[in-house]
């Protein structure tokens, strides 16, 4: 080998040096980038899993904020709370949590800044009482609640000259007594079917004798959200 040829090679060795370096960063940086990627998938994955399932078990029939599925009771929806969250949904241990329906949060447990959100259509059920007096003057006294109520509260103030011994919802006795019902009481109705209430009386029972509170149901569309980040 000549002198101008080593020469020349030893002029390249800098340049090689160069080369190796800008490959061996690019490789590191595209390796970082590919790690940062897998990593936010992998968490995306998770958090959407998570929203998912508390979801689910926000809407279930058996979940304590609904009547049924799919629709939730607006009064255990009122006292849902971060802690209530925590302990009714396990699920949500671990992550940061906010429950909303329609433009108001229901509960938030921690402060999800992102994260991934699940949306769902939902009935909400509220309950507002109503009042009914009926006349039950006649000799076989019934009366048919208007609407659907998971339950009523009687309340009985007979005349002195009747005693009302046994009242049955659809057939069913749900309060008796030999010596004469007289107060107020609460009875727990399917809520699936229409009520009639028969009272065993051994005299009249005009108006007034007997005033019934009745709970029928209201339905509204809304849009439950789930949002989960970590």
Do not use: C, H, W
């Amino acid at each position: 080998m000549t002198r101008a040829e080593r020469t020349r090679g030893q002029m390249n060795l800098p340049a090689l040096a160069v080369a190796l370096l800008v490959v061996t960063s690019v490789t590191v940086v595209s390796l970082g980038l590919a790690d940062r990627a897998y990593l936010s998938a992998d968490r995306d994955a998770d958090q959407r899993r998570v929203a998912v399932a508390l979801s689910e078990r926000l809407v279930a029939a058996e979940s304590p904020v609904t009547t049924r599925a799919n629709v939730l009771d607006d009064d255990a929806i009122e006292s849902l709370n971060s802690s209530r969250l925590r302990t009714l949904f396990p699920v949500t241990d671990g992550y940061d949590v906010t429950v909303r329906l329609g433009d108001r949060t229901l509960a938030s447990a921690g402060d999800p800044t992102g994260g991934t959100t699940i949306r769902r259509i939902v009935l909400v059920e509220s309950r507002t009482a109503a009042t009914l007096m009926p006349d039950l003057s006649a000799n076989d006294p019934a009366v048919t609640i208007p609407r659907r109520s998971s339950r009523v509260e009687i309340d009985l103030s007979p005349p002195t000259d009747s005693k009302v011994e046994v009242v049955k919802a659809n057939e069913k006795v749900v309060l008796r007594n030999e010596s004469g019902l007289r107060g107020r009481f609460e009875v727990r109705l399917s809520r699936f079917e229409t009520t009639t209430l028969t009272f065993e009386t051994d005299g009249p029972l005009p108006t007034g004798s007997v005033e019934l509170t009745y709970y029928p149901a209201e339905t509204s569309k809304a849009v439950l959200a789930v949002t989960v980040d970590e």
